[in-house]
Every structure is written in structure tokens, then in C-alpha cells.
């Protein structure tokens, strides 16, 4: 099992800057397995959507609504992944996610994080 904490929630402006961390912990095979992080968000009455990911190749892919303004980074050292997000904007808001799969095929598993509350109001 892996368990992923978030952090670095809270209220911004319009056109301001909030960075988000996830630590990541759990057996060593489990956090061994984990190809891919990432982080998503989902706002009232809404579907949980993608943000960004980052693979353990370093690849990225990030949502259209967000390109240009955040960037994601991950430290395997420390088992954690960052989302800087800049300029943000009042559509941002909605309690983001971190999450993690590993492995492939049907041995594939994902982890959530508990989310964080990101709020962009002026």
C-alpha cells in the first residue's frame, strides 16, 4: 500500500501563486512499483478532472486549462511531487488530489491522496 499526503492548500488571489506538495510512503515494493504521479481536481458539482502528471521518465502532461501556468516536479529521493501554480485564476478552485499508479496491466494500482483545498478568490 501506498499512502499519499497533500499539502500547501489555501487561499489566493487572482494572478497569484500557491505550490502544492504530496509525500508519498508505504512499503518499498509498492513505492518501487509506481510509474506515474500526478494531480487532479475536482470543484463543486463537478468531475474530478486531470491536472498534471509526471512519469519516471520524467515525461509530463498537463491539462490545456492549466499549460503555461503550473508545473509539475517530482524529487525520488524524497518520494514527493510538487505543482507550482502560477497565475492563477478563480477556475482553479476545487480541492486537489494527488495520485499515484503503479504497475502495469491488470496489476495496475492507484493511490488518492486525501485532497487540499485550493481557493482563488479575491
Known amino acids: 500500500q501506498v499512502q499519499l499526503v497533500e499539502s500547501g492548500g489555501g487561499l489566493v488571489q487572482p494572478g497569484g501563486s500557491l505550490r502544492l506538495s504530496c509525500a508519498a510512503s508505504g512499503s518499498i515494493f509498492s513505492i518501487n512499483r509506481i510509474n506515474r504521479m500526478g494531480w487532479y481536481r475536482q470543484a463543486p458539482g463537478k468531475q474530478r478532472e486531470l491536472v498534471a502528471t509526471?512519469?519516471?521518465?520524467?515525461?509530463?502532461n498537463y491539462a490545456d486549462s492549466v499549460k503555461g501556468r503550473f508545473t509539475i516536479s517530482r524529487d525520488n529521493a524524497k518520494n514527493t511531487v510538487s505543482l507550482q501554480m502560477n497565475s492563477l485564476k478563480t477556475e482553479d478552485t476545487a480541492v486537489y488530489y494527488c495520485n499515484a499508479r503503479g504497475g502495469i496491466g491488470v496489476l495496475v494500482s492507484n493511490y488518492w491522496g486525501q485532497g487540499t483545498q485550493v481557493t482563488v478568490s479575491s
Open positions: 509526471i512519469t519516471s521518465d520524467d515525461s509530463t
